[in-house]
């Protein structure tokens, strides 16, 4: 295989399978995932919102993002209408 960012060949071992949260079939490492412009752009625009919330909001942020299980996030999202519900909520 090859990396997507760096253009590394590489071999992954099908016999020892480790689960990580990026795609081994695109990436070399983590420290590659981790320039990928997606990857950078979240991480950019989460650290953007936080910046401007009081200390009472950054710690209910934290609890939503850090103490939800990924699995809980994804149907919460998809059962307030996926990005275009969210970015409407309370319009109505």
Request: aromatic fraction near 16%; charge should be negative.
């Amino acid at each position: 295989m090859k990396c997507k960012i760096c253009g590394k060949e590489y071999m992954r071992d099908n016999g020892f399978y480790e689960l990580k949260w990026y795609l081994q079939s695109e990436y070399c490492s983590e420290a590659c995932a981790k320039r990928d412009t997606l990857y950078m752009n979240s991480k950019k625009m989460i650290e953007e919102f936080v910046e401007f919330l009081s200390d009472e909001q950054k710690e209910k942020f934290a609890r939503i993002i850090c103490d939800t299980p990924s699995e809980y996030l994804e149907v919460i999202i998809r059962d307030m209408g996926g990005f275009e519900g969210i970015a409407a909520w309370g319009l109505w």
